[in-house]
């Protein structure tokens, strides 16, 4: 019988509280041994087992043994993972770089992280220059063995938007990484027969979390890439691989849930985990309507700093009414403390306080690289030692012991889901235009970037920054105004800023030939419904019309059901105007019946890299 079959009714077996004290890849070696037989990824070619990801992991050990930081341009999915346990079996630490990120952006990662050198795959080859090491070409290297480090050595460097207009390595260790896994282990009681979705980008702590958790338990880890394959792709991954621990941000989930049919459950689906936004009783609603009545809702809080420090655990039962869900009660190796805006002076009450700004205190918290002073000065030591991390989130106490997120004291804000400092886009448009102010504002239910300029145009701005920030910091729209308000202490008057969108865009002039006219008249019905507009521009961009990667998704997705063709997300990108979109379909390169969406640049089969090993 498949070791997968035996093992299905294992039991959740604690996460002991020494194996932090050990290494991220002695811990994977560890289950390798225990459970080479069980599927640990499962990717869009099929399963790969512990015993096949260890070989994978230990030709990448091999390929890079000697540095002490590599990056990893690989993008997500098994090679992504077989990479990360690849550098840390050869005792380096790792530095994501999200391939979809632009070139400038990942230029000036790279910079401050000054990797030895950086694992990639040929599509991607080109976004990076220096020691580059092919991962499809690395030679197996059965013999390799792990190599022996401290636990309180890097594990990796993970980057969030800086206020000084460049991002801000965040380091952690792999006593802070495997705190992070015995945590999460504990409290959602991962037992090797879990499946473990990893939605967000390897990227963030967010795929940290749920990776280490499942691959350091024996469980298998179910990557999906939804910018290249959209919602369609995330529902057919929960229900084939049979996901059990579904984790995303409360957009993320927004969108998938909204496009499940009436009435549809994702059966599979135990625990329901949601972080890094916030959360509101209409995700309770749909929790409710969309996975069975035994599963267990999670609200977390967190920061890529140390990850999940809050949690609350719900049933359908126990669920209230509450407009916004609390964050929960702190989780065990943390304290959190409500303390007085330092702004404001240090007078007034102490930790203790009912509200203030959510201070973590844990010997587990990581350290910042290449961070501006005021980044660095949110770290401290108190006078017992302990060292504390000031989130400059806002919190409140409830009566019952739960906190409650208020919102934040700067002008940092959440985008579906990552960090963004706004000053970082004006540092950005600073660059390229006299004056700009940048600020939020709420667009079909979920807060989106507004950049207001002073000029007379905006005509390729938003190109123009989409080559330096990755595209949740893109602004949706860019106003162009005569003058920026003022206060009158001479600051910026945001809520005297203009409607960025005034009315209705004007009816499309475009002229195109029959059939692509009613074609891109279906099109732009649709653009028109997802974007929550009466009209649309047929020769402006989607992105420019206030369009974002997860809305691109939902135009997939619908496009799919009325033209009742596949419809590639790359082909959707790559055609981002109604008129250019009509013409692409029309001519025939994209949408077949038969067709996967798969990019000419997608990555290879397992079988094939296999094959190529051999040959070498």
């Known amino acids: 019988m498949h070791a997968e079959h035996r093992e299905s009714r294992a039991e959740h077996r604690e996460f002991r509280a020494e194996w932090i004290e050990e290494s991220i890849a002695a811990r994977f070696w560890a289950v390798v041994a225990e459970h080479p ?112 480090v401290d636990p309180g050595s890097p594990a990796y460097i993970l980057f969030t938007s800086g206020s000084t207009g460049r991002p801000k390595g965040v380091v952690q260790t792999h006593r802070g990484a495997l705190f992070q896994v015995r945590t999460h282990t504990n409290n959602l009681r991962i037992r090797p027969a879990d499946r473990i979705s990893v939605v967000s980008s390897f990227s963030y702590d967010m795929a940290v979390t749920d990776g280490f958790s499942a691959l350091l ?48 459950v994702l059966s599979s689906v135990r625990v329901v985990v949601l972080g890094g936004e916030e959360v509101v009783r209409h995700d309770l609603d749909r929790f409710r309507r969309h996975f069975p009545a035994s599963a267990v809702f999670v609200n977390g809080y967190g920061a890529t700093e140390i990850s999940f420090v809050a949690q609350n655990h719900l049933t359908a039962a126990e669920m209230g009414d509450e407009p916004v869900v609390p964050v929960g009660r702190p989780l065990d190796g943390v304290e959190i403390e409500l303390r007085p805006n330092p702004a404001e002076g240090e007078t007034g009450l102490g930790p203790d306080q009912a509200e203030g700004e959510i201070v973590i205190r844990s010997p587990y918290l990581a350290d910042y690289l290449g961070a501006a002073e005021r980044d660095r000065a949110r770290f401290g030591v108190d006078p017992d030692g302990m060292r504390f991390y000031r989130t400059g989130d806002l919190g409140r106490w ?91 202490t001479g600051k910026i008057d945001t809520a005297a800023l203009p409607d960025p969108r005034p009315g209705p865009a004007p009816a499309p002039t475009v002229s195109l030939p029959t059939p692509e006219a009613g074609l891109a008249a279906e099109i732009a019905a649709v653009w028109g419904a997802v974007l929550g507009v009466r009209e649309v521009d047929w020769e402006r961009s989607f992105f420019d019309q206030g369009g974002h990667s997860l809305l691109m998704a939902k135009v997939q997705q619908r496009l799919e059901g009325v033209l009742d063709r596949r419809i590639p997300l790359t082909a959707l990108y790559a055609h ?24 000419g640049g997608a990555p290879a089969t397992r079988a094939a890299l296999r094959r190529r090993r051999r040959r070498s």
Not at 44 to 57: I, S
Not at 578 to 594: F, I, W
């Open 398 to 488: 409830l009566p019952d012991g739960r906190l409650a997120y208020l919102g934040r004291l700067d002008r940092q804000v959440k985008i579906r889901g990552h960090r963004v400092e706004l000053g970082e886009i004006e540092a950005v448009l600073a660059t390229l235009v006299p004056r700009a102010a940048v600020v939020t504002r709420e667009v079909r239910g979920e807060q989106q970037i507004v950049a207001y300029v002073l000029g007379d145009g905006t005509s390729g701005l938003r190109e123009r920054l989409a080559e330096v920030l990755p595209d949740f910091m893109v602004p949706a729209e860019i106003v162009a105004v005569g003058a920026l308000p003022l206060t009158p």
């Open 217 to 264: 338990n024996g469980a298998a880890v179910v990557p999906v890439d939804l910018r290249l394959h959209g919602l369609g792709r995330l529902r057919e991954a929960l229900v084939a691989g049979q996901v059990t621990i579904y984790h995303s941000t409360p957009t993320v989930y927004r969108y998938l849930l909204d496009s499940l049919s009436e009435g549809e």
């Open 37 to 148: 037989g069980r599927i640990a990824v499962l990717g869009e070619d099929g399963p790969l087992t512990y015993a096949e990801l260890a070989q994978e992991v230990q030709a990448v050990a091999a390929a890079v043994h000697g540095a002490s930081r590599v990056g990893l341009l690989v993008g997500h999915g098994p090679r992504m993972v077989a990479a990360i346990l690849g550098v840390l079996t050869a005792g380096a630490a790792y530095v994501p770089l999200d391939p979809a990120y632009p070139r400038a952006r990942l230029e000036s990662m790279s910079e401050l992280s000054r990797p030895e050198v950086v694992v990639t795959v040929p599509e991607h080859k080109d976004l990076l220059t220096g020691d580059l090491v092919d991962l499809t070409s690395v030679p197996p290297a059965p013999g390799f063995r792990p190599v022996a």
């Open 576 to 599: 981002p105007t109604v008129a250019s979109l009509a013409h692409h379909l029309v001519a025939g390169q994209a949408g077949t019946p038969g067709d996967t969406g798969t990019p």
